[in-house]
Structures are given as C-alpha cells and as structure tokens.
C-alpha cells in the first residue's frame, strides 16, 4: 500500500465500457488482495437495481454494497454512504469500486472530490479503464464490424482519455498482429498513458497490473474537457434493460444450455434490426445451498456467446437475472427480452417464467455531485 501509515483504505476504481471484463477483473483483483491478508469490500454500481454483477460477486463470498440509480459521480453522497456501510461490517483495508460502464469524466468527479474532501479516510489508486480488444479496435478503425454512432463512441473514447492505465483486457482472445496495431494505436492517441494488457479470466497479466493499482500514485493531471451535453446525448443513445425472472421446469432442465440459447436468440432478434449490443449479461441462480451460478456473457452483437460459470447439474427452477444493455429503444429491448422468454425458454425448455421485475430506460443527463477542477 502506498500509505506509510497504513491508517488510510486504499480506494481503487476499475472503470471501461460495457462488456469489458471489468467483474470479472474486480473478482481477481478481490481475491488477490484477499490472499495478501487485506480486508476488501466491493461497491458496484448501476443505473438500476437488479444487478448480475452485484449476484456474481456475493456469490464468490465478498461484501457487495451496490449504489443504484445513476453512477457515482452523480451519486457520490451513496457512494461514501457505502463505504460507510462496509467499514461497519467489514473495515476494509482496501474498497474497489466499479462504476457504470458509460460514465466517465470519473477522476474530476470522483476521484478528486474523494481526495479533497475524505483525504484523511482514502488513499486513491490510479484509475484504471479496462477495454475490450475487439471492440476497441472497431471503434478505432483497426478492424471492420458493427460499432457505435459517433455520440456513443464520445463517451468511449472520453473512457481513455482520462485514465492513469488503460487495461487491455482478453488479450488471449486476439491475435498477435491485431493485439500489436491496437496498442501502438492506444500509445500514440494517449501518450501520457500507461498501456498494458492482461486477461482477468485466464489470470495473465494480472500482477503488474495490481501492483499499479495497488502502490502506484494517480497523476494530477488539469481536468478533462467534457461537453457534457455530447456526453448526455451519447449515454441516453443506450437503451437500459434490467430483469428478473422465476423459472420454473415441469422437469430437471440444462440452464446452461437454456441461457446461451436464449442469449443467441436476442443477438439474432437485435441483428435483425441492425442494433450493437453493448453488453447482455445473465446468471441463473439454482438456490441451492453450494450456491453456484449459470453466467453468460456477450459483449457486442457480432460476438459469441460466452459461458462463464457453469451449474453442474440439471434444475428444476431458479431465478434468472438480465442486465441488457444496447444502441436501441428500451422498449424494443423489453419486447425482445419478453419475445425471447416466449420462444426459447417456455417452447425450448418447457420451463413457465414469472417476471417479478422489469425495468426498461435511458440514463438521465449526468449531473455530479461535486466536480473538482484542475487548472493546468
């Protein structure tokens, strides 16, 4: 820790887009902390209630607060609010916090807010933007494929901009030629910037990139420009869809097989309409006493289908969370969702559903709490 006194907890804050690994990255950097003796305590964030990530990470045995209802910049009295919380129940030594993957303007609204005002509580990590290599490189041209209107791709590319290391993440799912242009690509765009590559679901990469977070020092740099208006218009292009469903099988089913079926099955429906998804992501929950999960993951409408974490065996019934996030009308994604339930689950599985919550939206215009700026 970089704290001589070590009377400060660490706040470490692992951002990037949808769909870039940041859970997955936060449970390895969770359990390697945990391994060196540190207390940790986890805040997830979303602009809803009804998390995956909040459900993956509990079940992986960590302490979770989740702040809903807008990102930390625009709820920072909730973040500190959990902090609170887990020092209570935890005392963390380290808190790692994973906000919304389409905020950003995080190190002016955050990061230095914390600083100046809780500076006697935090010690603040540089802040690290994960990016998924695939479509990073589409968004910067390096490859051809559906990507995002130029609004989206603001809030994107504002993402770098203002981080301390930029976290190529899956480097074991890209060829080397590709993986080499990219990260000349990201040096010469962001000189200033520490640019590395890891992959938090093989474990590769991973120790030099938390050494960084973990002792290294953010940079005080002058505050970056947003046109928050741009900013605005881009976050609100994302239809947000959050739900959970009861399942029930008139026998023993396969969720596993059940929940890439029916991540395919929104992929194809959105394709049709010419819609980039920007993240779906899905678990079951059996609630059995091992408490293991079904998680699925698909990051981009031209991707496939990754299955995450396994249930061993055949359920007879669970819950079904789906976080569902892409360039389209919420409510084309609701019908999509609750079209897909229809066909594939109940027909497919003969499994009856219940959606006992739904909700369908746009982000609301980022209003921060505090924004501290530094003059260069």
């Not at 607060?65 to 920072?76: D, K, T």
């Not at 019908?335 to 027909?347: F, G, M, N, S, Y």
Request: charged share 25%; aromatic share 6%.
């Amino acid at each position: 820790m970089s704290d001589p006194d070590n009377t400060k907890a660490r706040y470490i804050m692992i951002g990037g887009f949808l769909g870039a690994g940041k859970t997955t990255a936060v449970a390895k950097l969770g359990r390697y902390l945990l391994d060196k003796g540190l207390r940790v305590g986890l805040i997830s964030n979303d602009q809803s209630t009804g998390l995956v990530d909040t459900a993956l990470l509990r079940s992986q045995g960590f302490d979770v607060e989740e702040i809903a209802g807008g990102c930390f910049c625009c709820r920072f009295n909730s973040l500190v609010e959990a902090a609170n919380k887990l020092s209570e129940s935890t005392k963390p030594d380290v808190f790692i916090a994973e906000p919304v993957g389409s905020c950003t303007d995080l190190v002016a609204t955050v990061s230095y807010p914390l600083r100046r005002i809780y500076g006697e509580r935090f010690s603040i990590a540089p802040l690290s933007v994960l990016v998924d290599p695939q479509r990073c490189a589409r968004i910067f041209g390096l490859v051809e494929g559906r990507s995002f209107s130029s609004k989206v791709c603001y809030v994107y590319r504002k993402q770098l901009e203002e981080a301390d290391l930029i976290v190529v993440n899956k480097c074991d799912l890209v060829a080397e030629p590709l993986q080499s242009r990219l990260l000349s690509t990201l040096r010469e765009t962001y000189p200033k910037t520490k640019v590395i590559t890891c992959s938090a679901k093989m474990g590769d990469g991973l120790d030099h990139w938390f050494d960084e977070i973990v002792s290294g020092e953010p940079a005080l740099s002058p505050t970056m420009d947003v046109d928050y208006e741009t900013y605005a218009e881009g976050e609100a292009l994302l239809g947000w869809l959050n739900c959970t469903v009861g399942l029930v099988g008139e026998q023993l089913f396969d969720a596993n097989a059940m929940l890439v079926e029916f991540a395919d099955e929104i992929r194809n429906k959105l394709s049709a309409h010419d819609i980039e998804i920007a993240h779906l992501k899905m678990t079951l929950d059996a609630g059995d006493e091992a408490g293991n999960l079904s998680v699925v993951s698909l990051v981009g409408s031209d991707d496939t289908v990754d299955l995450r974490e396994s249930l061993h065996d055949r359920i007879g019934g669970g819950e079904l969370i789906i976080n569902l996030r892409a360039e389209a009308a919420p409510e084309l994604l609701g019908e999509v969702v609750k079209q897909t339930l229809d066909t594939c689950v109940r027909a497919g599985h003969q499994v009856s559903t219940e959606i006992v919550h739904l909700e369908q939206f746009r982000p609301g215009k980022p209003e921060p709490t505090h924004r501290v700026a530094i003059e260069s």
